[in-house]
């Protein structure tokens, strides 16, 4: 499955979990809502990105996740991660995490 099909059937999954899911922009690009906050989305460069948080260990996933910096001249994004399609059989669960997150 390319990879923005499999971001988009991820979204399609939690949207129907829960009513406060939505679907959404963010740097335009598709994403998910949580009560009107972003906590995952599809980049223009084929990536899932994932609000994880500042804390977030990332040794479980040290493979799949890299830091998001989408900006030249700027720091990267705090707690915003990313994954590479070869690793979307991750996104699923990176997708609860970040959900988790949000929600606390």
Do not use: N
């Amino acid at each position: 499955m390319e990879a923005k099909a499999h971001f988009e059937q991820i979204r399609a999954e939690f949207c129907k979990k829960d009513h406060a899911i939505s679907v959404g922009k963010m740097m335009h690009s598709e994403a998910i809502h949580y009560q009107g906050k972003v906590f995952a989305f599809f980049s223009t460069k084929g990536k899932m990105v994932f609000k994880l948080g500042k804390d977030f260990d990332v040794a479980d996933f040290h493979e799949s996740l890299q830091v998001f910096s989408p900006f030249k001249s700027k720091k990267p994004m705090s707690g915003w991660y990313q994954s590479d399609a070869a690793f979307k059989d991750t996104w699923y669960e990176l997708t609860e995490k970040a959900l988790e997150l949000i929600k606390s």
